[in-house]
């Protein structure tokens, strides 16, 4: 089946650090790929739709500036969260869905999150 | 944009009960909603999915309803067992390509024995 893999899964880092989650889709192709955060006891929020070759379109409310994403490859996306503090500390989440697969058989496929905490 | 609203918040039942979960979505273009099972830490797992060209769907002790004109879908879990105990999400997008799912706020499901 469809694999996404997502890593790190768990950073402990200072506050003021940036730090890189990695999104591969490992064995199909995804024009586009999805950021989710979750914090304890919450929902999965999405905070952008990324977008292999153009620009990454975010949720209202969410900094582009701190959140930068690159989709560099139709099997890549990465969040980076720039200088990080203590409220960014979450559960972040990648999800893709599969360009070739038919639409009427098309899940979204999740990453296994990144847990980031920051000190 | 979608929002999904999701009843309850948290759910009790014996062992053996029927649980149902219920969501709302406000997007009438949204045709695809999946119901998600996420363990402490874990990625959602999707349990069950329904398109909108159907009504309901089954598949073993799970099913899933969906009233189009109401805008409202339901989860229902018969002869509930304590390892179904997990929180539950509910969700909405439209099905083509490069739409986010929107989810629900959850349901904390516990089974007690």
């Known amino acids: 089946g469809a694999v996404v893999s997502q890593h790190p899964s768990w950073v402990i880092c200072k506050s003021g650090t940036s730090v890189k989650i990695e999104c591969r889709s490992l064995d199909f192709q995804a024009t586009t790929m999805f950021w989710y955060r979750q914090f304890p006891k919450q929902s999965l929020m999405l905070m952008a739709t990324s977008n292999e070759g153009s620009k990454a379109t975010y949720e209202q409310g969410v900094e582009k500036d701190k959140f930068l994403i690159n989709h560099a490859s139709l099997t890549l996306s990465t969040l980076t969260v720039t200088s990080a503090h203590p409220e960014d500390s979450s559960f972040y989440i990648c999800?893709?869905?599969?360009?070739?697969?038919?639409?009427?058989?098309?899940?979204?496929?999740f990453g296994d999150g990144t847990r980031l905490s920051i000190l | 944009g979608e929002n999904v609203e999701q009843h309850p918040s948290t759910l009790s039942v014996q062992e053996g009960d029927s649980a149902v979960i219920k969501c709302t979505y406000s997007d009438s273009a949204s045709n695809y909603f999946p119901w998600y099972k996420q363990e402490l830490g874990k990625r959602p797992q999707l349990i069950i999915d329904i398109r909108s060209n159907v009504g309901e769907k089954k598949d073993q002790r799970i099913a899933v309803t969906l009233n189009k004109t109401a805008k409202h879908f339901s989860l229902h879990i018969t002869e509930t067992q304590p390892e179904d105990s997990a929180v539950y999400f509910c969700a909405a997008s439209k099905i083509q390509a490069g739409t986010a799912l929107i989810f629900g706020k959850g349901t904390t499901l516990s089974v007690s024995s």
């Open positions: 999800s893709a869905r599969d360009d070739g697969a038919p639409y009427s058989n098309q899940p979204q496929h």
